[in-house]
């Protein structure tokens, strides 16, 4: 049963992961103008409109119950991407990614409330089944840019958005075979106290803030990685294919950590503490990239930041779980990935706006990050405290 909820995460990120090496690609094909900056709005409305259905979705997740959102997420999702295929403009492929980043939205939440509720009802070690998740998002940020990129140079861009509209439909047969879980219907739709009052209780919660806040300042790094290290490691006359293994070494290095015994860390340790160590180790590869001036050297980085990726992902999805009652739990998964899509917007556009160079981008964030992990193991002691006063 977990191995087909794995499965479905890994489905669900194969649809952000794939597009991103051919979005602004297919923008040009069709005829987009680069200097008008329309390819530039056309890949970022998507992660706007999946910020909007990411916190919808953990609502509907608990009054409806996340199979029935998997399945339906699934299918339309599979039906928007399918729309990629036959799109003729840039104009409708802004819509389309519009489209596609609202329906993505509503199966991440879904997912992750499911294999925790599961989790629990199962008593399996709840750490070390958020790291086989994770291990399932980074095979999805490896296998998705490598298959798309291959398919794309010899068949073409629709050809990929068929291939990922027919994982969807996978994910939607595979979602229509789990098992509900027990007693689906008594934990669903039975609170009394409404939406607002169920978020505004969540977002009083020291320790999903914790989780909320560590989110944010880890997916700006993200954002910032991604636009900067491609060119730092062009100032360095690095050739580009090599950028690209570099990239993927941090998600192998992750995978690795999650697979292997240093995945007992999250069960044995406080995930309070775990995620700030995390992103202390993440604020140490970026003063690496900062300091870089070889291919060795952002090698190493790139290892750092996978062992800081390995501590923090699962450690923000065991806190949303632990701190949040089984019936507003998709409202607060909902919550957690709405407070990753702010992060990957903040990251990219704030550095562009302010036209950092690598250097300068890579030791602003390394900054940011040290301050906001000490404030977070500031925070984590008034709750572990709490936790042990209970």
Known sequence: MLFLLYLLIFIS???????????????????????????????????????????????????????????AGFLINGIILFLYTIIQTPEQLLWVRFLNGLSAGIITPAAFTYITLYNKSTHQHHGR????????????????????????ARLGQPEVYMIISIFMLIGLVISLFIKPLQ?????????????????????????????????????????????????????????????????STFGIVAILFFLLPTNRVYDR??????????????????????????????FIGMVCYGIGFALIFPSMANLVSKHSARNIR????GIFYGCISVGSFLGSSITGAFTLTP??????????????????ILLARKVTVRSHLK
């Open 13 to 71: 990120f194969n649809d952000l992961f794939a597009q991103l090496p051919i979005v602004s690609i297919y923008a040009e094909n069709l005829g987009a103008d680069p200097n008008t900056g329309i390819i530039g709005f056309i890949v970022g409305i998507y992660s706007f409109s999946n910020l909007l259905s990411n916190f919808f979705s953990g609502l509907l997740v608990d009054k409806n119950g996340p199979k029935k959102i998997l399945i």
């Open 129 to 152: 089944t958020m790291a086989y998740a994770g291990a399932a998002v980074g095979l999805a940020a490896i296998g998705g840019p490598t298959y798309s990129g291959i398919v794309s």
């Open 183 to 247: 007693k689906e219907k008594a934990d669903y739709g039975d609170s009394t106290a409404s939406d607002a009052r169920n978020v505004f209780a969540l977002l009083k919660n020291k320790g999903l803030l914790i989780a909320f806040f560590g989110s944010v300042a880890f997916a700006a790094s993200q954002g910032i990685l991604a636009y900067m290290l491609p060119l730092k490691a062009s100032a360095l006359h690095i050739e580009n294919h090599l950028t690209g293994i570099l990239i």
């Open 269 to 298: 340790f406080h995930n309070e503490y775990v995620l700030p160590i995390g992103l202390i180790v993440v604020a140490a590869s970026d003063l690496l990239l900062y300091t870089a001036q070889s291919l060795k050297m952002l």
């Open 330 to 333: 998709g409202t607060a998964f």
């Open 359 to 376: 250097d300068e981008a890579f030791a602003s964030v390394a900054a940011v990050l040290f301050i906001i992990a000490t404030s977070i």
